[in-house]
């Protein structure tokens, strides 16, 4: 070999040592496509009500269904209280890196509408990320009460004021909106008696503690079909296929009345786009799933599919809606 060959091969190898200790000097850089890992370790979602809740039951549902198609646990934590203002504000002030959500219902942006001192803005302080879908709530009462629907029921709380009582899950729960809306209209005297989730507040309706309630219908539908609970009403626009003998709430003396619970997955404020369209596009897979499907038909739910964007406006527009409602009823708790 001559002398110029053996000198380029000494600056080539210069090179290439150069650059394996700048390599060691700098040490491994971040990968650019960090977050299309996401998730890359288990997940909490946080319910703000009791086990076994219609919140729950539909929560756990899509939560499974998730952590199949995510391959990394949905580990579900209640944190029931103060109407799911507790479970809400432990997500509004988590870290915005995915690995803390919330599935709630309506309830998530309506109590801020009547609570006076609520923790959280249900606006600035989350990140929509899917609607997933609603349910028709159910009056219900305790099988000794002398009726079989909500005119009877009107019919004795008239005659006798302030002798029956309402459970609710909790205030300004779709549920205790729905109770009060009956209440004013009605010009009842029927005290509301307040609950941290669907399942006390069944329980005492169905021990006789409370003459009635308003509940979502996968929690509450159960109890019917196995005798323990008397359904009057239901406060959809039309009959469902479940109760087809039962009113509506509309049919029984309130003419337009609708009043749906509505489901969905939140994040905390400024979730990252990417992560955020990742679990919106993930939820409108799962509930397109058979299996869900079946479960959701069970129990009345119908699922939607939705961007981000457009669960923005369905907010917005549910908190325009119930606003007047809630104005006009003069609904206002402590």
Do not use: C
């Not at 409370?210 to 539908?221: E, Q, R």
């Not at 309130?254 to 489901?263: A, I, K, M």
Request: proline share 7%.
């Amino acid at each position: 070999m001559n002398r110029t060959g053996r000198t380029g091969r000494r600056a080539a190898l210069g090179v290439i040592g150069a650059m394996v200790m700048m390599a060691l000097m700098v040490g491994p850089q971040p990968v650019a496509f960090a977050s299309e890992a996401y998730p890359n370790r288990p997940i909490k979602m946080i319910i703000p009500y009791t086990p076994g809740g219609s919140i729950d039951t539909v929560g756990r549902l899509v939560a499974a269904q998730l952590q199949r198609q995510l391959g990394h646990a949905i580990v579900i934590e209640n944190r029931p209280g103060a109407s799911g203002m507790i479970g809400s504000e432990a997500v509004a002030k988590a870290s915005a890196d995915g690995y803390t959500l919330l599935f709630n219902a309506s309830s998530q942006v309506y109590l801020p509408l009547v609570a006076k001192n609520a923790p959280y803005d249900a606006i600035r302080d989350f990140t929509p990320i899917a609607q997933v879908g609603h349910v028709p709530l159910i009056v219900v009462a305790n099988t000794s009460l002398p009726t079989n629907s909500l005119r009877d029921l009107v019919k004795l709380a008239k005659a006798k004021p302030r002798t029956y009582t309402w459970a609710t899950s909790g205030l300004g729960t779709t549920s205790h909106l729905t109770e009060e809306m009956i209440r004013h209209a009605f010009k009842l005297e029927m005290d509301i008696v307040s609950y941290k989730g669907a399942v006390p507040q069944l329980n005492d309706v169905m021990g006789g503690h409370v003459s009635a309630a308003v509940s979502p219908m996968p929690g509450a539908y159960p109890f019917v079909k196995a005798g323990r609970l008397k359904v009057l009403a239901v406060t959809s626009s039309k009959r469902i296929p479940q109760l087809p003998g039962v009113p509506t709430v509309a049919e029984s003396g309130l003419p337009g009345f609708e009043l749906l619970s509505w489901y969905g997955l939140w994040g905390p404020a400024n979730l990252p786009a990417d992560i955020t369209r990742k679990l919106s596009q993930e939820v409108n897979k799962a509930v397109r799933e058979a299996s869900l499907k079946t479960r959701f038909d069970e129990l009345a739910f119908e699922a939607v599919q939705s961007t981000p964007e457009q669960f923005k406006v369905v907010i917005k527009d549910e908190i325009d809606k119930v606003a007047g409602i809630v104005k006009a009823a003069g609904i206002r708790i402590d």
